[in-house]
């Protein structure tokens, strides 16, 4: 699975400088303005479709939770907005 972050421009490879963080009880590389996590530990082949957080709810505030904890690791601040 992929969570992207926008306005990426000063982003730096690997800002936490970690090459895996442990986030929301999954392994998680960052990766300037990405972050990188397996399926597997979401319930999830990762052969799906991009829209499957719109209609599996679990998975959507999993993915939520994920982004709110990585946002200030890559320097974004306030990713609440």
Do not use: N, Q
């Not at 972050?5 to 970690?18: M, Y």
């Not at 399926?39 to 599996?56: F, K, L, M, N, Q």
């Amino acid at each position: 699975m992929l969570v992207e972050f926008t306005h990426a421009a000063d982003s730096v490879p690997l800002p936490a400088g970690r090459v895996v963080d442990e986030v929301c009880g999954v392994a998680a590389t960052l990766i300037a303005s990405v972050v990188v996590v397996a399926a597997s530990p979401w319930g999830v082949s990762g052969s799906g479709t991009p829209a499957r957080p719109e209609y599996d709810h679990g998975l959507c505030a999993r993915v939520e939770a994920l982004r709110m904890k990585e946002g200030p690791m890559l320097g974004r601040g306030d990713v609440s907005v």
